[in-house]
């Protein structure tokens, strides 16, 4: 390139023509600029040339092919620094563009900008539009594109005008649902979101994004990386000259024992979140992460619908089995849910479940009294707070259903209070735990996912703007479950100590032969164990 420029400089028309086509596959191929012209500080081996690995370039080429994307990264993965050549590239090929990375602290923020700058000092002059505002917050060039990378403040969203927007470690940015509330609208008229996070816990704007995207609710493409891809966390073909260069690292880097090294470092929940990803458990969740891990994992998706998806059947009644129906109700106007479970007394396992926020009370009713008949007349127990007792009167005099579960005063259904709270859902933690219920129902899953324990106040709680609806009609099926199977008969176990009582303290027994002679046996050997 130094012989090139030279050249250049000399009005050499090869060069220039050669000049004119490296400009044009770098402005129509980001990764092909990347590659061969960006420069970057790699903590063991210094500046080096910015080669991507499969999964980097496989994530840049969806940065450019959606508008929206939101990305799940594992530590380390230079994501980052992607991100970082993708905006310089979109500035230096584009007129009049403004990228607006915001970050979730000001060292942060600086640092993208530092990184930006090498990648731009390190290109060669003919590449290089001319700045006109350089500072540690602001980079700007005289083809009119800019690059401000700054803190997040709860007022950030109203200052962001962008034709490219980058959240970097969006699970991290405090204020992040006030600043997309007011800088997501500005993106409908064709503005670039790039997405991107390890993530840190669940329940929070960056975990409700990615979620939604998955299921296609948001207009956002996801994008998931495991560090299994990083070549230099485990080994891969064609990367021999990585691993030579490891090898002579001070100390050696042995990319074999990685893992297990890393491993060593962290917590089991630190190595979930920071290396795997995983938004399991790495909040303060009121189930511990391995089981809701192991929930969501067992979760059926083998089930069919009733009552236009309001209802999930995983098994239809069994002959001889008896079942429990537990119901938390709601007024049916699309605040909180109403809901129910079934569950079979015979082996613990929910059968079905409903869950909507649209039924009224009177058709709840209806549903409950059809489907509790049909589970051969099912032990029905709602809660009787508030519009519950209106639920009762329903199913008890004008539906007449014939199994309602008294509390031990003979008063239908659970009133349920702080107080017995508690212990309703240290029965629901303990019996998920030890086994002895089997959850089939993602949609529950997904709200233990948000059932936290509040770090200021020590309450168990929904997280902010997520319902307990699924848990509490659980956790009351839970009780009932557990107080039919302890009045039920258990078949006791043979007594083996007993002998009929002609012999019980007998060592020889008297009897007849085949000539009918009485003789005496020893029977001493029958009553040995």
Known sequence: LLQTEKNIMNNNSEDLEWIAQEFK????????FTNNYIKVVHPMRGLVNFKLYPFQARILDEFQDYRLTILRKFRQAG???????????????????????????????????????????????????KTTRDNDHTLSFENGSSIQSKASGKQSGRSISASLLILDEAAFIEHIDTIWAAVGPTTSTGGRVVCLSTVNGIGNWFHKMYTQALEGDNGFHPIDIKWQEHPEYKRQKGFDWLYEQMETCNPPINVDKWEEQTRRKHSYKEWLQEYEASFLGTGETYIEGEILRNLKENCSQDYWIKYNNRMRV??????????????DPSIGRERDYSAFHIIDIYNGKQVAEFYSNRTPINEFAKIIADEGRLYNTAFVCPERNGIGNNLIYFLQEELEYENLVMDSKRDIGIMITQKNKENLLADLEHNIRAGKVLINSDRLVNELLTFIIDSDTG???????CHDDLIMSFATAINTFNNLRGNAFIEKAEDKTYMPPGIRNAHTYKMKTSNDELTEENIEWLLRN
Request: proline fraction near 6%.
């Open 79 to 129: 994501c980052t620094t992607l991100m970082a050549a993708y905006a310089l590239h979109f500035c230096i090929f584009g007129t009049n563009k403004r990228v607006a990375v915001l970050s979730k602290g000001d060292a942060e923020a600086k640092e993208v900008i530092s990184r930006i700058k090498i990648m731009y000092e390190e290109l060669p002059f003919w590449m290089k539009p």
């Open 314 to 327: 995983w098994e239809d009644p069994q002959p001889n089995h008896e079942y429990v129906l537990a119901a």
């Open 459 to 465: 309450r168990i709680k929904p997280d902010t703007n």
């Open 25 to 32: 596959k770098c402005s129509r191929n980001c990764e092909y």
